[in-house]
């Protein structure tokens, strides 16, 4: 067996694969990457591809950055992990520091935790027990909106709009309040509802949004004015506003957050995937100075939440970097100089008959095949046509979409956009 053969043989034999079918598992051959530089995944067999979603949306700065990788060995010789229970330690406090200062103005605090899913699970909690213990106890529900997608935990799940990714948990659930509609083409609708659902309802205690886009419902992309809309409905609501920006935030759109693009502040603000670059995992809650002050007191009310890897040295030293490289290295404005690069190609993808339907924003294009959303099969053809001319381009079902390293070249993006429209055509 060739070495590709004897680790998928293995893969089958002991992994349990994500979001993966057993038919698939056992059938599909998983693609078996050996090493990463710059926006290229080298295989075992030496073929590269290039990372059209940078790695589940989480390096936004390629794989192997020098300074990230030097980060990495310099912390894990002097510290690699101790607890922050009743410790603390330099790299995650001036992490606390630099973040605050990168965040929408308004921002204060930063509590730790280790992915976009925890980083959502802690800002339900805290928003919850906001209320609880500061005079509003029949605020114990939250608003999410159709499509929404905020990880995989359960109460991340509770938020979700996204039936796959939810329906055979419901029996888990807590009970959210949902949006109904998810035409992002008329996203006035969804915050004409958000209006009612706020004027019948006086227990609510937060709404929960992926400003301006909703990466996993298909990169359905919606405008600044209503996201403008929804803070001010929350605020004369008297509701918390909780931006995931998991996705969004590290320049995705154009902007160092999305909520940028609104002149917002959130009063909780989640962030992972790009927070750590791609190199471990790590995510952040930021909160206002407001709702922080709304925990002073003693024990009874602490907000009592704390992972074993709060604050890890290694994935806070890493964060500390990444913000720095955003800083010295001008990523955003790289970023959006390549945006209209995007931007354009997708445009003109409009012209090949089995394109529906493309929008694009920042570092973000995408394509709809068809009108089947996750379900659909006609984006896996198109990946398996991209897999064989060199690009990694996973779809959320019938829509194909790119999301790459900021850090990408020109030339480079011209090559992905290529094996695109390529891979689109050769499928039409
Ligand atoms: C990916 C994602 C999450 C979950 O992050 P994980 O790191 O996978 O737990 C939450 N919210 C949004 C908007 C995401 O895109």
């Given at each position: 067996m060739t070495p590709r053969e004897t680790i998928i043989a293995i893969d089958r034999e002991f992994v349990w694969r994500p979001y993966t079918s057993h038919v698939d598992h056992q059938q599909k051959d998983p693609l078996v990457i050996e090493r990463a530089s710059g926006v290229y995944l080298y295989d075992v067999d030496g073929r590269r591809y290039i990372d059209a979603n940078g790695s589940w949306w989480v390096c936004n700065l390629g794989h192997g950055h020098p300074r990230l990788v030097r980060a990495l060995r310099e912390q894990s010789e002097k510290l690699a992990h101790c607890s922050m229970a009743g410790v603390t330690h330099e790299t995650a406090a001036l992490l606390a520091r630099d973040l605050v200062a990168a965040a929408p103005p308004g921002m204060a605090r930063a509590f730790f935790s280790d992915d976009g899913s925890t980083a959502v699970e802690v800002a339900v909690k805290i928003a919850y027990q906001f209320w609880q213990q500061n005079g509003h106890k029949e605020k114990n529900r939250f608003i999410s909106l159709a499509g929404a997608y905020h990880g995989d935990t359960l109460g991340a799940v509770s938020l979700g709009g996204v039936d796959v990714f939810r329906a055979r948990y419901g029996g888990l659930l807590f009970d959210a309040i949902h949006t109904s509609h998810d035409d992002t083409e008329h996203f006035d609708r969804v915050v004409e509802q958000v209006a009612t659902l706020l004027q019948a309802h006086n227990d609510v205690c937060a709404l929960v949004v992926e400003p301006l886009v909703q990466g996993a419902a298909g990169m359905l992309i919606w405008a600044p004015e209503h996201l403008r809309a929804l803070r001010d409905l929350t605020q004369k609501h008297n509701v918390l506003l909780i931006a995931d920006e998991v996705f969004t935030g590290y320049g995705r759109t154009g902007k160092m957050w999305a909520c940028d693009y609104a002149n917002i502040t959130p009063d909780l603000l989640c962030t992972a995937k790009g927070f750590s670059g791609g190199v471990l995992p790590m995510a952040a809650t930021l909160a206002t100075q407001n709702v922080y002050d709304g925990f002073s007191g003693g024990l009874d009310r602490t907000l009592m939440h704390g992972h074993?890897?709060?604050?890890n040295p290694l994935g806070a030293a890493i964060a500390r970097e990444v913000l720095a490289i955003y800083r010295e290295e001008n990523i955003i404005a790289h970023g959006q100089a390549l945006g209209s690069q995007i931007a354009q190609a997708f445009a003109e993808l409009r012209a090949l008959p089995n394109v529906v339907r493309t929008r694009s924003l920042g570092m973000i294009g995408a394509a709809d095949l068809g009108g089947d959303g996750y379900r659909g099969a006609r984006g896996w053809a198109v990946y398996e046509a991209a897999r064989r001319l060199g690009a990694y381009l996973r779809p959320l079902g019938d829509t194909v979409y790119i999301a790459p390293p900021l850090t990408i070249t020109q030339a480079e993006l011209a090559e992905l956009l290529h094996i695109v429209r390529e891979s689109i055509r050769e499928v039409a």
């Open positions: 074993s890897f709060y604050g």
